[in-house]
T-cell receptor, first 114, second 113 residues
Framework: NAGVTQTPKFQVLKTGQSMTLQCAQDMNHNSMYWYRQDPGMGLRLIYYSASEGTTDKGEVPNGYNVSRLNKREFSLRLESAAPSQTSVYFC?????????????FGEGSWLTVV | GENVEQHPSTLSVQEGDSAVIKCTYSDSASNYFPWYKQELGKRPQLIIDIRSNVGEKKDQRIAVTLNKTAKHFSLHITETQPEDSAVYFCADDSGGGADGLTFGKGTHLIIQP
């Protein structure tokens, strides 16, 4: 039981390049999330998927797209990377979106855009 | 929008002393308040949580208190140890919405030897 697994762990991109962050969970969770973490800003929600087949924007969705490929997988795509997207990205999941469900995080992906 | 404010941003205490981190929230519909600990270079991990029908919860050296009337909740760590050094995040359930948790900006807890 690996929990939440995300790849890659580290990536350097040039401005304008595109990339996809992959995330998978093996806990049979219904809800999945993508957060970004910047110094002094806490964890900010980019996109979420309350259940398989649905995705919605979070607090900071601009410049990103997501795909809920199946119940296990939720990917985050940067179509044209910008230096402002340099950040640590965390994928997370919870059993359901109803209140009181613990959110479990992946190990994080360190992305630098130059 | 709804938010969670967390104070202080940095807290330095002597080993063995107690540490208190405070959060306030704005959404009166929020019912779930977890605390996460994040060590340097690691993922955030849940350390304790509390629901709105409870005023206090303890787990060994860690306790959380909730005042729903005042919309604030606090994390208390007693007999602090070097391994308590980390960044701590409070959160609420955003009024029970499908978007999961809203996090505070974090408190960097430093345990001085």
């Amino acid at each position: 039981n690996a929990g939440v697994t995300q790849t890659p762990k580290f990536q350097v991109l040039k401005t304008g390049q595109s990339m996809t962050l992959q995330c998978a969970q093996d806990m049979n969770h219904n809800s999945m999330y993508w957060y970004r973490q910047d110094p002094g800003m806490g964890l900010r929600l980019i996109y979420y998927s309350a259940s398989e087949g649905t995705t919605d924007k979070g607090e900071v969705p601009n410049g990103y797209n997501v795909s809920r490929l199946n119940k296990r997988e939720f990917s985050l795509r940067l179509e044209s990377a910008a230096p402002s997207q340099t950040s640590v990205y965390f994928c997370a999941s919870s059993e359901a979106w109803d209140t009181g469900n613990t959110i479990y995080f992946g190990e994080g992906s360190w992305l630098t855009v130059v | 929008g709804e938010n969670v404010e967390q104070h202080p941003s940095t807290l330095s205490v002597q080993e063995g002393d107690s540490a208190v981190i405070k959060c306030t929230y704005s959404d009166s519909a929020s019912n779930y308040f977890p605390w996460y600990k994040q060590e340097l270079g690691k993922r955030p991990q849940l350390i304790i949580d509390i629901r709105s029908n409870v005023g206090e919860k303890k787990d060994q050296r860690i306790a959380v208190t909730l005042n729903k009337t005042a919309k604030h909740f606090s994390l208390h760590i007693t007999e602090t140890q070097p391994e308590d050094s980390a960044v701590y995040f409070c959160a609420d359930d955003s009024g029970g919405g499908a978007d999961g948790l809203t996090f505070g900006k974090g408190t960097h807890l430093i345990i001085q030897p």
